[in-house]
Structures are given as structure tokens and as C-alpha cells.
Nanobody
């Protein structure tokens, strides 16, 4: 069973930065694509960023130029560096692991609150 543990969330002022981490158990991390999603209160969960096994990345328009997804296969960890945070970035952030056979696993989520 794959376990994903997110960390790094918290309260930050507008314009500030946070770095989220998602550590995966097991030996499948390097063959898996990784995603970051977020869900704000009363809204649907939305895809924020994706990184493939080869390191290619893709971002939602709302975070382009502000967020950076990266991965460290030696640490089985994916990161989301979030800069220039806005109140509308407030949400629970989840990481998701996608295996080549389309199985997916989710983390438990970490709260990010952007407020003055």
C-alpha cells in the first residue's frame, strides 16, 4: 500500500511563500507521475500542477509563474514551491501519485491559508 504524507502548509500573509512537500512510501515513486490538487471551501477539487517521471511540468493558469512543482526521486518526495501567494490560494492541498497502470493514491491534505 502506498502512503503519501504532505507537510509544509500553514498561515501566510498575501505575497508570502510556502513550500509543500509530499513524501511517498514504497519503491514506485520514480515510475509515477505526481500531481498537486487543491480544494477550497465550497468548491471542487482542482488540479494545480503536474510533473511527469521525466520531469516535464504543467500548471493551472491561475498559478503559472508563481508556483513550481519539482521532484526528488532519491527522497521519494514531490514539492510545490508557492510564491506571491494570494487569498484565493487558500485551500487544502493534496498530492496524488499516478502509476503507469492508472492506479492513483492520495495524501491526506495540508491546509494553506493566505490572510493578513
Amino acid at each position: 500500500q502506498v502512503q503519501l504524507v504532505e507537510s509544509g502548509g500553514g498561515l501566510v500573509q498575501p505575497g508570502g511563500s510556502l513550500r509543500l512537500s509530499c513524501a511517498a512510501s514504497g519503491s514506485i515513486f520514480s515510475i509515477s507521475a505526481m500531481d498537486w490538487y487543491r480544494q477550497a471551501p465550497g468548491k471542487q477539487r482542482e488540479l494545480v500542477a503536474t510533473i511527469t517521471t521525466g520531469g516535464s511540468t504543467n500548471y493551472a493558469d491561475s498559478v503559472k509563474g508563481r508556483f513550481t512543482i519539482s521532484r526528488d526521486n532519491t527522497e521519494n518526495t514531490v514539492y510545490l514551491q508557492m510564491n506571491s501567494l494570494k487569498p484565493e490560494d487558500t485551500a487544502v492541498y493534496y498530492c496524488r501519485l499516478r502509476l503507469p497502470d492508472y492506479r492513483t493514491y492520495w495524501g491526506q491534505g495540508t491546509q494553506v491559508t493566505v490572510s493578513s
